[in-house]
């Protein structure tokens, strides 16, 4: 615990610098930025994600001091989203920390993202007087916090006095890592820091978490009530997805996949689980196995939009919201899933790394391989799609389309297996997603339940932070743009990143126009940007590539010499389509079906 000088009252400011305060006679006592530090500290919380100013400047300084790892970003959307995704790859919730009313309004976005997606992740906001906030006096960036927050929090807490930063903080991350993992929002309001107590009281008051994502057994019957299902199947189907991934229960997942014989999707984030070049790997044949299959086990994934909600003529349905009379077994966290879009017959609720050995181990060693026309036809769909993919991939015209550029990466990512990869954009998105095959576990980062734009450089500097290793990222145009500036904060800490952005000149395509000849049409961009030079002003690398020549030799350098690097990957305009792979969502779409 630090030693610190006592302030005259509670609401004395703190001094400017920890060190500017010269320690008068020091006494045994702690304060509220201490107390904070101290509990971070304790329950294994090493690194913060954030950015300063009134009232967390000295907080920052004084994390830093106390060996913590101070991330400072350009924008608080940025250093959320590293925290969320820091919190999905560790299992301990991500921590982001923001100044009041904007700077916490900024960090909204990602802790809603966080509990979307399942992530573990603490927003802590520093906020201003409750007094003056709850009267509506004008305070210096006044906001109810809390009560904004709450809505798109898992759980959301607010400390008032120092002795109960513990609990806070013992509270937040319980509430961010148990069950289904989500967004907490923690507030707390400037005098909190500022207050002081004796520092042996202090110690006494902070809690370090015992287990604090307890596990959750499966209940045997359900377990038996699923293997069942499976064992009567034709046309199984195992659909891993994030939460799988989210897990860490590698091998357990691998052996029970390999075990029973059955043929797998991994939705995007879980891609690399299990290699994508398995040969139970079903990828290449998703729009045949879902309308065929007629047992699905669902490990980790929603039957959200992602998955066309289980129904319709993607799982075999007649109409858009017709049930294709497949049977599913859904293994999750929350008991809330089961049956939330189409009727789920076979519920298993636990952790997935209890559930999947649970099941591992009742299927004995009499387990009967899925019936061979069913992984024959898989395989022949496979084959074709493969065949047909590799004449498109050996193409490579002038200029590059997202194809012949993607072909260079899935190269470097095959080199590569350990490289983080980070993809965002529509087509830069979906074509990168179907192209570049992933080698190991929880090593593709994207967009997420949502589809959200601007988690890009948020996402490569905390996987360079929290894995060291390299960080390749894959970006449209427009997408870079939303965390852009955020380049800067990847050169100042000098991390491995090599951000690709596939430069179509616009959103989706470069090619629209205004109808009326005044304006440039809402989703183009300026012609032949040089999104290079933007990364030259911070001392980075920066690389034109207008050939898949070009494109190569720069990312092998990149990962060579492990220098921030950006390429300007010339794609060709005329390449992309509307909304990449999620036309049919556009309402005028929708209107001509
Ligand atoms: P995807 O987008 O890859 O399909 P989703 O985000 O839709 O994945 O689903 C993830 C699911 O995983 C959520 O329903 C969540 O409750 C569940 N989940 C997350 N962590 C665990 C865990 N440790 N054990 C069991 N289920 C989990
Ligand atoms: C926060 C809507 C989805 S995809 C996209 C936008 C704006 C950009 C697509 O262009 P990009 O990719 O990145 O150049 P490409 O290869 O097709 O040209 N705001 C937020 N999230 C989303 N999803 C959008 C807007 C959108
Ligand atoms: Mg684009």
């Not at 002081?196 to 377990?223: E, F």
């Not at 002003?537 to 220098?563: D, H, P, Q, S, Y």
Request: proline letters at 6%; one cysteine or more; charged letters at 20%.
């Amino acid at each position: 615990m630090a030693t610190v000088t006592p302030h005259a009252s509670t609401n004395a400011p703190a001094p400017a610098t920890p060190q500017a305060a010269a320690p008068v006679q020091p006494v045994e006592t702690t304060d509220g930025f201490h107390l904070v530090i101290e509990a971070l500290k304790l329950n294994g919380i090493d690194t913060v994600f954030g950015l300063p100013g009134i009232p967390i400047t000295d907080l920052t300084r004084m994390l830093q001091a106390e060996g913590l790892r101070m991330i400072s970003f350009r924008h608080e959307q940025s250093a959320g989203y590293a925290a969320s995704i820091a919190g999905y790859l560790t299992q301990k919730p991500g921590i982001c920390l923001t100044v009041s009313a904007p700077g916490f309004l900024n960090g909204l976005t990602a802790l809603a993202h966080a509990t979307t997606n399942c992530f573990p992740m603490i927003l802590i906001s520093g906020s201003s007087e409750r007094e003056i906030v709850d009267l509506q006096q004008g305070d210096y960036e006044e906001m109810d916090q809390l009560a904004i927050a709450k809505p798109v929090a898992k759980a959301a807490f607010r400390v008032l006095n120092a002795e109960d930063i513990g609990v806070g903080i013992a509270r937040a991350i319980r509430a961010a890592v148990s069950g289904r993992p989500g967004g907490v929002y923690l507030d707390l309001p400037a005098k909190l820091f500022a207050q002081t107590m004796d520092a042996a009281t202090g110690r006494s008051t902070l809690i370090q978490v015992v287990d604090p994502a307890p596990k959750q057994i499966p209940a045997a019957d359900a377990v038996a009530r699923a293997l069942d299902l499976l064992r009567g199947a034709k046309k199984p189907l195992i659909v891993l997805g994030k939460g799988a991934a989210y897990a860490q229960c590698d091998a357990d997942i691998r052996q029970l996949v390999e075990k029973t014989g059955i043929p797998y999707l991994a939705m995007s984030m879980a891609k690399g689980l299990l290699p994508d070049t398995h040969p139970q790997a079903a990828g290449a044949a998703r729009s045949f196995v879902l309308p065929e299959a007629d047992v699905v086990l669902l490990i980790g994934a929603r039957l959200n939009w992602l998955l066309s909600h289980g129904k319709g003529k993607t799982w075999g349905g007649k109409g858009h919201k017709d049930w294709g009379g497949q049977k599913f077994i859904q293994v999750d966290i929350s008991p809330q899933e089961a049956d939330s879009n189409v009727r789920i017959d076979a519920p298993v609720v636990g952790d997935i790394g209890s559930c999947v050995s649970a099941m591992r181990s009742g299927i004995g060693s009499g387990w009967r391989k899925p019936p061979a026309e069913w992984t024959d036809a898989i395989n022949e769909r496979k084959g074709k799609n493969v065949a047909k993919m590799a004449e498109t991939l050996a193409k490579d015209p002038s200029p590059m389309t997202f194809h012949s550029a993607l072909n260079v990466v899935r190269d470097i990512v095959k080199a590569n297996p350990e490289a983080m990869l980070v993809n965002e954009g529509a087509n830069a998105l979906d074509f990168t997603r179907s192209i570049v095959d992933m080698y190991k576990p929880r090593k593709r980062i994207d967009v997420g339940t949502w589809g959200i734009m601007g988690i890009g450089m948020g996402y490569c500097v905390a996987a360079a932070v929290i894995t060291g290793q390299q960080v390749i990222a894959v970006e449209g145009d427009s997408a870079f743009g939303f965390s852009g500036m955020e380049v800067e904060t990847i050169c100042r800490y000098g991390l491995p990143v090599c951000i690709v952005v596939m430069n179509n000149n616009g959103v989706y395509r470069g090619t629209d126009v205004d109808p009326t000849g005044r304006d440039p049409a809402p989703t183009v961009f300026v012609k032949n940007a040089r999104y290079d030079r933007i990364i030259e002003a911070f001392g980075g690398v920066g690389v034109n590539a207008a050939t898949t020549t070009e494109l190569r030799r720069a990312m092998e350098e990149a990962i060579r010499t492990r220098k921030p690097t950006l390429i300007n990957a010339v794609i060709d305009e005329t390449a992309g389509t509307e909304s990449g792979r999620i036309t049919s969502l556009n309402p005028a779409a929708r209107k001509k079906a």
